[in-house]
């Protein structure tokens, strides 16, 4: 029966890319709310157009107000959850083609959002589709859900959590292969000073950030395990708020810490001028590498591909940060870096296709097994 799923997977071809060059062409970045589109009229355009695909292929479908929407097979309290995002980072410049054009050479589709997050999204749905199509039965209902608001602040997440019970396992397919078992923990941070306190402030942030290795061993914050890696300090910005001077940075740490440590190793070191602000924080993420999730997912991955599927960490982050039950898997390929947010952001339609395959068997393989 996977070989049948997989093979109509290949004669859905078409119907895929011409759904996905479809929901490309929307402008999805975000712009100011209007009524029940909170996160602007492109947004809400693209989140529409996709739920009226989800119902075009047979699915049930709901838009919670805007906010976030989800297609779904079965019926039951408990269920399979995939969730990828519609929104996207602004476009930017140095483009060959118009970004929202769908534009096709090489057998490669160049859009912003192709890879991040909307050709994903679209194949996990297929991938469903062509499940549905071929008569697989599941144990457990599967809901695909897409978010809008992943890359300016996940508050499309905490609408739905507050509306819908969490998935009981699942994925996001917004970061790389082989399936991801740990994220390490996120967080901005801001330094303020007054004015008169302009030379302390200066002296803390050269010694401690600005000439200092980027792990923070100066700090002694400079943590380390080997799932991991080393604590990463980036993202620094310079500027003044309410006649303050301030420094922001972003703290990218394993799961060794905690994030209260880090602030108060880093307090130690401060002069008693300064002031610490957390902004936010998102908590690691961290998965047993054997339970039942993510040993299925590496089970899919290495029969799809034939690659080695050892689960891996990354310095990412996604919606697995604020989702309950979830790991990132997919959609880029080892060596596959440096495309979502850039210029020119591509996709391969082959890949596309693969994706789709990966996922279709990650849904046979966990919603016929649990129990």
């Known amino acids: 029966m996977n070989d049948v799923v997989l093979q109509k997977i290949d004669e859905l071809k078409e119907d895929i890319i011409e759904d996905i060059i479809e929901v490309v062409k929307i402008d999805s ?32 479908t709901k838009n919670l107000d805007g906010y976030i929407g989800y297609a779904e097979l079965g019926e039951g309290k408990d269920y399979i959850g995939v969730i990828g995002h519609l929104d996207v980072v602004p476009v ?30 679209m ?25 809008t608001n992943e890359e300016t602040g996940m508050k499309d997440v905490e609408y739905y959590l507050r509306h819908e019970r969490p998935p009981i396992m699942g994925w996001t397919p917004d970061c790389k292969y082989p399936v991801v078992y740990g994220e390490r923990g ?15 402030f200066f002296q803390f942030i050269t010694k401690y950030f600005l000439q200092s290795k980027d792990d923070g061993e100066v700090l002694g914050i400079n943590y380390c395990d080997e799932e991991f890696g080393k604590m990463q300090i980036r993202n620094f910005a310079l500027n003044t708020e309410n006649h303050k001077c301030a420094f922001n940075f972003t703290l990218s740490y394993p799961a060794v810490t905690t994030i209260l440590k880090i602030i108060t190793k880093i307090k130690l070191k401060m002069p008693k001028s300064l002031d610490l602000e957390l902004l936010n924080n998102y908590d690691p993420v961290k998965f047993d590498k054997n339970c039942f999730l993510v040993k299925k997912l590496k089970e899919a991955y290495e029969e799809v ?36 947010h850039n210029p020119n952001e591509w996709m391969n339609i082959k890949d596309i296709i693969l994706n789709t395959k990966i996922y279709a068997l990650s849904f046979i393989k966990l919603g016929e097994d649990y129990e």
């Open 29 to 60: 970045v975000e712009s100011e709310a209007e009524n029940g589109m909170p996160f602007g009229r492109g947004v809400n355009n693209c989140l529409v157009k996709v739920l009226e695909i989800a119902h075009k292929l047979g699915f049930k």
């Open 123 to 147: 194949t996990c749905l297929y991938a469903l589709y062509a499940c549905k199509k071929c008569n697989i039965k599941f144990n457990t209902p599967i809901r695909i859900i897409f978010g």
């Open 92 to 121: 930017g410049d140095g483009w060959r083609e118009p970004p929202f054009s769908g534009f096709i050479k090489d057998d490669k589709i160049y859009s912003r959002g192709i890879l991040d997050n909307k050709g994903p999204i």
């Open 186 to 200: 996120r967080a901005n941070l801001k330094i303020l000073a007054d004015k008169k306190d302009i030379g302390e």
């Open 305 to 340: 591909t034939g690659l080695d599927g050892e689960p891996v960490t990354t310095t990412g982050g996604t919606y697995a940060k604020i989702m309950p039950n979830i790991v990132p898997f997919g959609p880029s390929f080892p060596g596959q870096k440096g495309i979502g």
